[in-house]
């Protein structure tokens, strides 16, 4: 049975209950009149339906995240499941082929103890859907008619609904300030496991990054995790290389097209320039690999560095930067296309030229903007992949050579979470301890960029 059943029956009780509902509004409205009615017929069927639909969508929810587990522990106690192994990937396996043809999502398996698992999945998945639909329907039912019950001329559905809406709103504002307090929660219990292991210091602070994700739990020493040429790296491509190539032409392009660019040619370039924002990242790490970084390469054995590489800093930086180009210029744009025409008319008409009174007070009055496009900009630069992984190479090195191999952050993080390795081994880990990192530094960044921001429109406000 589809784990959706459950919420397209309830959908429909829910519908059949707000048309009831609004009927028997409407027939008290016509016996009342329009004025002995609190509320429109609209909101008692809308609170009908919500009654209908809540308490026991929130079951459904529930019922979905538990009944998995139920349906793997009467799968377990099925005779068949005694031939399997005890533990282990072998395990997990067989019991997800079997679950997959049970529930129609393949169509073969590759083990004869899958096949012979199926039947006990089809029953436990049949038998724990039916309960779920009915409880959620009987829960639907429920709450749908104690809600009828109570319409009347003079009842304040509308009050009601309101408040059920505001509620919902609020939940809704809550998922997201939960998943992140769960992402923090995560981010610090594994790197507290990790630095149990490996020393802090010896992890910030040790210049040689060369874990092993398949060795031994012995070899986690600050030798072998010395994550400061990642610190490096990353800091280097994204918030030197990078940043050297977006603000220039950022800022470039948002002063010409508000300042100098016709109408015309603004409705035309200001989209286009915008377009480089939804270009995936690996179409910009293809681009790197097979045109900047070979060029790079050329360019510094031609000046004469004999350890250019075609896997660089400089050419994972330069695509880099080209990407959060727009990051940059849109919010500038926006920024100074803001500042009163006030300000630039009257530094014109005191005989300042166009270049001084965008240096003088265009920029500076919309400089909150401009520091928020731009610190932006480098919490998405440090936190690029794909770009870094085609075209920079996953060499850990201390070196402010640009032409050479270098890696980030987020590229370890890659993988060390991808392969075989196994969660409690330090390699895994030291992810999370580079994640923690990554988001304390993007956090400091928004904290910096915020005190900014309300400096300087303090002081122009």
Do not use: C
């Not at 397209?8 to 008290?28: C, F, P």
């Not at 060369?210 to 491509?237: H, K, N, Q």
């Not at 990407?323 to 744009?333: E, H, L, R, T």
């Amino acid at each position: 049975m589809s784990p959706v059943a459950p919420f397209i029956a309830l959908l429909a009780l829910a519908l059949v209950a707000w048309l009831v509902a609004r009927g028997k509004a409407q027939a008290l409205q016509r016996g009342s009149g329009t004025r002995g009615m609190h509320s429109l017929p609209s909101y008692h069927a809308w609170f009908v339906a919500l009654a209908t639909a809540v308490p026991a969508g929130l079951f459904a929810l529930v019922w979905s995240a538990v009944s998995p587990g139920l349906v793997l522990g009467r799968v377990l106690q099925a005779p068949a499941a005694g031939a399997l192994p005890a533990f282990g990937m072998q395990r997990d396996t067989i019991l997800s082929e079997a679950h997959a043809i049970a529930a129609g999502q393949a169509e073969a398996a590759f083990t004869p103890l899958s096949r012979a698992l199926v039947p006990a999945f089809e029953q436990a998945l049949q038998h724990y859907g039916t309960i779920g639909i009915v409880i959620t329907l009987v829960l639907g039912f429920a709450g749908g008619a104690a809600a009828f019950l109570r319409l009347r001329p003079g009842f304040t559905a509308r009050t009601q609904v309101e408040r059920t809406v505001m509620a919902l709103l609020l939940v809704a504002s809550l998922v997201a300030i939960l998943t992140t307090f769960g992402i923090v929660g995560s981010l610090v219990f594994e790197t507290f496991r990790f630095f149990q292991i490996v020393s802090p210091l010896d992890f910030l602070l040790g210049t040689h990054w060369s874990p092993d994700p398949m060795g031994t739990v012995g070899l986690a020493t600050g030798e072998t995790y010395g994550a400061l040429p990642l610190f490096w790296g990353t800091i280097f491509i994204g918030a030197i290389i990078a940043m050297l190539v977006a603000i220039p032409l950022g800022m470039m392009s948002a002063i010409y097209l508000t300042q100098y660019a016709s109408a015309s040619l603004r409705k035309w370039v200001k989209p286009m320039l915008e377009i480089l924002a939804g270009i995936p990242t690996v179409v910009y790490g293809y681009f790197a690999a097979l045109t900047i970084a070979p060029a790079v390469r050329d360019f510094g054995r031609a000046i004469g560095i004999a350890s250019a590489s075609s896997e660089s800093a400089l050419a994972a930086g330069l695509v880099m930067g080209i990407m959060i180009i727009p990051f940059v210029s849109s919010m500038a744009d926006d920024s100074i296309a803001a500042v009163p025409s006030a300000m630039r008319d009257g530094s014109l008409a005191m005989g300042a030229t166009r270049y001084e009174t965008i240096r003088h007070v265009l920029v500076p009055a919309a400089l909150p903007g401009i520091v928020a496009g731009i610190m932006l900009a480098v919490s998405r630069a440090i936190g690029e992949t794909m770009i870094v992984v085609m075209a920079a190479g996953a060499t850990a090195r201390l070196t402010a050579n640009p032409f050479e191999s270098m890696t980030t952050v987020t590229f370890q993080i890659v993988a060390m979470l991808t392969g075989e390795g196994s969660f409690d081994h330090p390699a895994t880990l030291s992810a999370f301890a580079l994640g923690m990192v990554l988001f304390l530094v993007t956090l400091a960044l928004n904290v910096i960029a915020l005190r900014v921001v309300k400096r300087f429109r303090e002081a122009y406000e």
